[in-house]
């Protein structure tokens, strides 16, 4: 099986000549899911260099110098038909708006990347049908994007990204163009999908909540690496609770901190994915009847047709005992009390319990802030 | 005056660019048509005024080439439109910069408008100029037994200056109908909801112009003199626009449930979103290629020698040919301003690794598949006419033949002109990201 991992050698990309040459990437290094599918942002002020490092990884232009190493092939040397495949067929992206071609309904939007890649529409459709319904957008395949809320395109856009089964997803100011509350859920689905698809994500952010909700930020300034390293907030946090979850053992062979598709819910990163009968919200929701030849159910296969629902959380409570020490050597572990999250199955809205399986788990208290009382997968507290 | 000059000084530090000059060719090429067949209509009536032909035939060929005119004359109206549009295109980056800068909006909407008005009298002294080249060429033609003269062809001094006057007032009336769309909705340009809908008053106008046609020519209910025949004709020729365009959308549709190529789904779902945009450019050529199959029959059915049948034929011909190149020039502007409308989306496609051959195809066959219906369907139904009377003109096949030679130019002519816009694509899609 070929590795997801993405390798960035010293890097160099200028704009412009003489005077006004800008150096937009000076000699940058950096690896991309060394130890399985990781969540990345990468921050940095205007003019950092962030869009081009993306623009670079991707595939999209060619460094000046350097060289990037997916799947062992340098992207840099490539022809630019071959770039244009390979971003077909091995990457996904998600940019800020504008991306869906308006003449399209959803499902063929997201059916597209199928197509072109030599596959047959009604497979096509089927596969699109089925990720659409998954990411909640069942009743909305035939709309086209302009009949659509910003939040409800993005999630088309996800759709599309990932239905290629993609290596590693791009996003680009994936929220930018969203009001705060329909940002959050976007990004929690983004991540928890793009990961429970086994893919890698790169995203490219102004947002210190969307960092937050990676597991890893690297922070540019003038075309360097100035810090690369995990998430504030609870990324530990949850990571613990994984590896302790009653759940964990089912997991795939992978390390713990990184997500896994199990029976239970695993509590990983700081976006869970979690696959189980639908959460049914009151009368509005009834089973899907797996339309459009939904795939073989992974996971249980006694449950028919069982339909995820990505959630992320938003802050569980757990009691702290008494500190100390400032500052503990180990995180403290403790059972969650109450868990608020983000859910892909209610659309946009914030919804109180579809990760009540984790209440009563153990969770971690995060290291750097032991007396918080609550732990914030999503930056700022409630 | 402020927009005024505001304007000029932008004009000379950028110079033209290259949808400025695509805008004029467009301008020049509606200008020439537009003269090219006044020039026909003053012609004949020349001939009829100083006596030279027959005055019940004459009379009869001038009243056919006031329906060719009218025929040809949607067709110039929306290639102005297209140039409009072209013109228009690049305008939302300045203007949304200018505004910025403090432009208030009617001085940004002046600056907009002289774009396209500069641009329609620059094609307007071209195009003049392009229909005086081409008149000696034209003059060779025989029509009523005759040659015309270069005389004949050229019509008073009052009819140019009305031509490239209305020219220029179409471009100033669909500027102004552009931008007023614009202001009324700002986010109507980045959001389209749902396709444009066809009212379907359009098959009722269409029924009740079948039926005056069938009680006033077909039944003759009251007997009605020759004109108001021709007139029914030529109304019901023109009615084929409202339904065209339904028709197109609805094969359009049965294409996009059974594409199985990317490039065939994107262009009839374009198609379905405009309807109207596509029928513009086949319309005129499919009314013409119709019409002209029935005609290239009339050498062979008349009496040997007749004028009149041949001069149907030779106006059919001409029709044809004037429609074709219209359609053409419509099918390369139309598609160049679309691919500048979709900058943003080709560019996206390019990113997410849309090959360029099929974003190419898709602008082909956004061209090809009204061309298949539309002048198809029409060629479809003179064949119907013709095929079943073979006997009839196999002896004289040459009209027929021409004809169909004819159909097939203006559907190559219309595909090549498409193709021009094809390098715009990759220069739209390649475009420098920016950082």
Redesign the interface.
């Known amino acids: 099986m070929q590795t997801n991992r993405l390798d960035a050698h010293q890097l160099t990309h200028t ?1 412009g000549q003489g005077d006004s040459a800008a150096p ?1 990437l000076a000699d940058l290094s950096l690896t991309i899911g060394s130890n399985g599918p990781e969540a990345v942002a990468i921050m940095g002020p205007s ?1 950092s ?1 962030k ?2 490092l993306l ?1 670079v990884l ?1 595939g ?2 060619a460094p000046d110098a350097g060289r990037v190493v997916w799947r062992g092939s340098d992207l840099a040397t490539m022809r630019d ?1 071959r770039r ?6 091995d ?1 996904g ?1 998600v ?1 800020q708006s ?2 869906l ?4 309904p959803a499902i ?1 939007n997201v059916a ?2 199928l ?2 890649g030599g596959g ?2 009604s497979g096509a459709e089927a596969a699109a049908g089925a990720l659409l319904h998954r990411l909640g957008l069942g009743g909305m395949l035939h709309r ?4 659509l809320s910003g939040g409800q395109a993005q999630r088309v856009a996800i759709a ?1 990204a990932l239905v290629g089964s993609p290596g590693i997803v791009f996003a680009d100011e994936p929220t930018g163009a969203l009001d705060r509350s329909t940002g959050q859920a976007v990004m929690a689905l983004l991540i928890g999908a793009t990961l429970g698809h086994g893919a890698s994500l790169v995203v490219v952010t102004h947002d210190a909540e969307v960092a937050a909700a990676c597991s890893r930020v690297i922070r540019l300034e003038d075309g360097r690496v100035v810090s690369d390293g995990p998430a504030d907030g609870g990324a530990d946090a949850f990571a613990h609770a994984g590896a302790q979850g009653a759940g964990a053992q089912h997991a795939h062979a992978a390390p713990a901190a990184q997500p896994a598709l199990v029976d239970q819910p695993t509590l990983v990163g700081q976006t869970a994915l979690i696959e189980q009968e639908p959460v049914r919200w009151g009368a509005q929701a009834p089973a899907h009847p797996a339309p459009y030849g939904a795939p073989e159910p992974r996971g249980n296969a006694a449950t028919p047709y069982p339909e995820p629902s990505y959630a992320a959380p938003h802050s569980a409570s757990v009691p702290v005992a008494p500190q100390s020490a400032p500052v503990p050597v180990a995180p403290q572990s403790a059972p969650v009390q109450h868990v608020t999250s983000y859910g892909a199955a209610r659309g946009e809205q914030q919804v109180e319990n579809p990760m009540r399986q984790w209440i009563g788990q153990s969770a971690g208290v995060p290291v750097a802030n032991p007396a918080h009382g609550g732990v914030n997968g999503f930056g700022g507290a409630r | 005056m402020t927009a005024v000059r505001l304007w000029a000084r932008l004009l000379r530090a950028t110079g033209p660019r290259a949808t400025d000059v695509l805008s004029a060719v467009a301008f020049a090429f509606a200008t020439a048509a537009l003269l090219a067949v006044l020039g026909g209509v003053n012609a004949f009536r020349v001939r009829l005024e100083t006596g030279a032909v027959d005055p019940a035939d004459g009379a009869l060929v001038l009243t056919l080439s006031f329906v060719a005119a009218a025929l040809l004359l949607p067709a110039v109206w929306t290639l102005a439109q297209a140039a409009v549009r072209l013109a228009l295109a690049r305008r939302d980056d300045r203007l949304a910069a200018l505004r910025l800068v403090g432009a208030t909006r009617s001085q940004v909407s002046m600056m907009a408008v002289l774009d396209a008005v500069a641009q329609a009298l620059v094609g307007v002294v071209v195009g003049a100029m392009l229909a005086l080249a081409v008149t000696p060429g034209i003059a060779r033609i025989e029509f009523q037994g005759l040659p015309f003269t270069v005389a004949e062809l050229l019509p008073p001094v009052w009819v140019w200056l009305a031509a490239g006057g209305a020219v220029v007032g179409i471009a100033l009336v669909a500027a102004l109908a552009s931008l007023r769309r614009v202001h009324v909705t700002p986010l109507g340009v ?5 396709g444009k809908r066809l009212s379907l008053w359009r098959i009722a106008g269409f029924l009740l112009v079948v039926a005056g046609y069938i009680a006033l020519v077909v039944v003759d209910v009251v007997p009605v003199e020759l004109t108001v025949v021709i007139v029914m004709i030529s109304v019901l020729v023109l009615s084929y626009a409202l339904i065209g365009p339904l028709v197109i959308q609805g094969v359009a549709w049965l294409f996009a449930k059974g ?4 490039e065939t ?2 262009a009839a ?2 198609v ?2 405009d309807p109207r945009g596509a029928f513009n450019i086949v319309g005129a050529m499919s009314i013409a290629v119709m019409a002209g199959g029935a005609a290239s029959l009339a050498p062979a059915t008349a009496a040997p020698g007749d004028p009149f049948a041949v001069d149907i034929a030779t106006g059919a011909t001409l029709t044809i040919a004037i429609a074709g190149v219209l359609g053409a020039v419509l099918a390369g502007i139309a598609q160049s301003a679309k691919v500048l409308d979709q900058r ?2 080709h560019q ?9 051959p ?1 974003m190419q195809g898709a602008i082909m066959r956004q061209v090809a598949l009204p061309l298949l219906v539309g002048v198809g369907g029409a060629a479809g139904m003179a064949l119907l006419l013709i095929l079943p009377t073979f006997a009839l003109w196999m002896g004289n096949a040459s009209s027929v033949l021409i004809w169909a030679l004819m159909a097939v130019g203006a559907v190559v002519v219309t595909l090549a002109a498409t193709a021009c816009a094809l390098p715009l694509v990759r220069r739209v899609a390649t475009e420098a ?3």
């Open positions: 704009y937009a003019g260099g869009s081009t623009h991707a999209m232009i038909s244009t495949k390979l971003r077909r067929s990457f992206f940019f504008g991306q071609l308006p003449e399209l063929e597209l990347p197509m072109l047959l529409r086209r994007p302009g009949e599309r | 980045a959001q389209r909801v749902g594409a199985r190529r990317p789904l994107l779902r374009r379905i979103d943003r989306e996206a496609m390019h990113k997410l690794g849309v090959d360029l099929v990201v920016p950082a």
